[in-house]
C-alpha cells in the first residue's frame, strides 16, 4: 500500500534533495521514499515555478531599464556636481 505523505513533507523533502548537497538517492533513503517518488516531487515543483517565456522576457526588459535607469541617475548626478551651483535665475 502506497504511503500518503503531506504537501508539506513533499515540500521539504524537494527543498532537501536540492539544497542538502546530498545525493537524491541518499535524501530518498533517509526520508524512507523511493528515489523515483523523490524524483517525481522534484520535477512537479519545478514545473510550478517555471515562468512562462512571456514573463521572463518582461522581467528581463524590466531588469534592463531598471539598469539603465540606475546609470543614467548616477550620469546626472555627475553632471549636477561637475557644474557646481546654479544661479536662482536658472533653474
Not at 500518503?4 to 524512507?32: C, M, N, P, W, Y
Not at 522576457?57 to 546609470?71: A, G, P, Q, S, Y
Amino acid at each position: 500500500m502506497a504511503a500518503i505523505h503531506s504537501d508539506e513533507f513533499k515540500r521539504d523533502a524537494v527543498r532537501i534533495a536540492l539544497t542538502s548537497g546530498l545525493t537524491r538517492r541518499q535524501v530518498a533513503s533517509d526520508l524512507g521514499i523511493g528515489l523515483s517518488t523523490l524524483g517525481k516531487w522534484v520535477r512537479a515543483v519545478s514545473e510550478e515555478a517555471k515562468v512562462p517565456a512571456q514573463d521572463a522576457e518582461l522581467l528581463r526588459e524590466n531588469e534592463r531599464l531598471r539598469r539603465e535607469n540606475r546609470i543614467l541617475r548616477e550620469e546626472r548626478e555627475v553632471l549636477k556636481n561637475r557644474s557646481g551651483p546654479q544661479p536662482a535665475c536658472a533653474r
